[in-house]
T-cell receptor, first 113, second 116 residues
């Protein structure tokens, strides 16, 4: 089992729809969860971070964390073609002496105009 | 303030040559990471540094790869005797480290390495 798992996609949604991206993680002791967006040929950029159970909203983006079920999700409302990118989930997992950030392989999202 | 910078942005080398890639992290960030990303693939963790602690080298793919971080700031990733399979984008990221937890990472623009 991978430490951080994401469906590789591609996930295709029409413009204006809600895109739902999911991520599961293996270690119950994980803390600090992040979503990054990576456009083709560019570096990843942080779009959301979440640290406690529940929802966190920022504009059209909502991150959801459920530690009991060990999943974190990202919802994108009113999806736009400019949202087409690969979305990376990252999780801080415990290691001796602290934590280590583990990235998922990413989900490719296509928003059709 | 300035973000993470990397140099060179592109590097073309011949098989068997050594290359050095440089990363300047965000000022004040004590954690620094190196990743490799091949075309269409995810991030492959290589190494990270945190303050004066021994680096986590668990991701380095072979002993041809090494990295150092001088003065807790600038880092250099060295690849000796490059092979064609080393061709990839090499990404550097930095983050704050507090209370035993790494915060969000900020990525540099990457160095695209091509080994002919």
């Amino acid at each position: 089992q991978k430490e951080v798992e994401q469906n590789s996609g591609p996930l295709s949604v029409p413009e204006g729809a809600i895109a739902s991206l999911n991520c599961t993680y293996s270690d119950r002791g994980s803390q600090s969860f992040f979503w990054y967006r990576q456009y083709s040929g560019k570096s990843p950029e942080l779009i959301m971070s979440i640290y406690s159970n529940g929802d966190k909203e920022d504009g059209r983006f909502t991150a959801q964390l459920n530690k009991a079920s060990q999943y974190v999700s990202l919802l994108i409302r009113d999806s736009q073609p400019s949202d087409s990118a690969t979305y990376l989930c990252a999780v801080n997992q415990p290691r001796s002496g602290g934590f280590k950030t583990i990235f998922g392989a990413g989900t490719r999202l296509f928003v059709k105009a | 303030g300035a973000g993470v910078s990397q140099s060179p942005s592109n590097k073309v080398t011949e098989k068997g040559k050594d290359v050095e890639l440089r990363c300047d992290p965000i000022s004040g960030h004590t954690a620094l990471y190196w990743y490799r990303q091949s075309l269409g693939q995810g991030l492959e963790f290589l190494i990270y540094f945190q303050g004066n602690s021994a680096p986590d080298k668990s991701g380095l793919p072979s002993d041809r790869f090494s990295a150092e971080r001088t003065g807790g700031s600038v880092s250099t990733l060295t690849i000796q005797r490059t092979q064609q399979e080393d061709s990839a984008v090499y990404l550097c990221a930095s983050s704050l480290f507090s209370l035993g937890v790494y915060n969000e990472q900020f990525f540099g623009p990457g160095t695209r390495l091509t080994v002919l």
